[in-house]
């Protein structure tokens, strides 16, 4: 069974980078598959905003395409979200996920960015 | 980018009543869409894949239709824990998008 659990800090200083850790257990990113980020505002739906291919390939949702990078280490079978310069507009619920279709999410993890 | 428009944006049903959202898409993708559910306070998760596909452990009563720019999600007989947002999501194209939501409620 396939899971991926987020991780990092809860809250970011504006201005910070907002740095986020997927790990995946049960199967291995190295396999295939894009690797991605999604994240929900409180009270709002779900917004793309990038992912990986296992080979190195990434993708990024233009709103964000400057801020973002997102990373993958097959050695310990994970995968991260960077975000610079946060405002209090990236305050929000961030989800892992599996695919382009997204068969496998995360539980999320709340980032509040304040000072 | 590919724009995903839902309706309605709020359905009022009771259990054991037929469902149907819509999935409207702006330009055609083909069967690349995703139906995904989500529950307050919970992670989404895939119902339906390829605009039809039933993904693990989906209950037969949910079912997807369409192609194109035209999508449907059925739930032929409501259950309790059938009240959630339900999203569309396209995956044929960059940036991924997805529609603003249904909430199916009481």
């Known amino acids: 069974q396939v899971q991926l659990q987020e991780s990092g800090p809860g809250l970011v200083k504006p201005s910070e980078t907002l740095s986020l850790t997927c790990a995946v257990s049960?199967?291995?990113?190295?396999?295939?598959?894009?690797w991605g980020w999604v994240r929900q505002a409180p009270g709002k739906g779900l917004e793309w905003i990038g992912n990986?291919?296992?080979?190195?390939?990434?993708n990024y949702n233009p709103s964000l395409k400057s801020r973002v990078t997102i990373s993958i280490d097959t050695s310990k079978n994970q995968f991260s979200l960077k975000l610079s310069s946060v405002t209090a507009a990236d305050t929000a619920v961030y989800y892992c996920?599996?695919?382009?279709?997204?068969?496998?999410w995360g539980k999320g993890t709340t980032v509040t960015v304040s000072s | 980018e590919i724009v995903l428009t839902q309706s309605p944006a709020t359905l009022s049903l009771s259990p054991g009543e037929r469902a149907t959202l819509s999935c409207r898409a702006s330009?055609?993708?083909?069967?690349?869409l995703a139906w995904h559910q989500q529950k307050p306070g919970q992670a989404p998760r895939l119902l339906i894949s390829?605009?039809?596909k039933r993904a693990s452990g989906i209950p037969a009563r949910f079912s997807g239709s369409g192609s194109g720019t035209d999508f449907t999600l059925t739930i032929s007989s409501l259950e309790p824990e059938d009240f959630a947002v339900y999203y569309c999501?396209?995956?044929?194209?960059?940036?991924?998008?997805f529609g603003g939501g249904t909430k199916v409620e009481i």
């Open positions: 390829d605009a039809s």
């Open positions: 990986m291919l296992h080979s190195g390939t990434t």
């Open positions: 999501q396209q995956w044929i194209t960059w940036p991924l998008t």
């Open positions: 996920e599996r695919g382009r279709n997204m068969d496998v």
């Open positions: 049960g199967f291995s990113i190295s396999s295939g598959y894009f």
């Open positions: 330009q055609s993708v083909s069967n690349f």
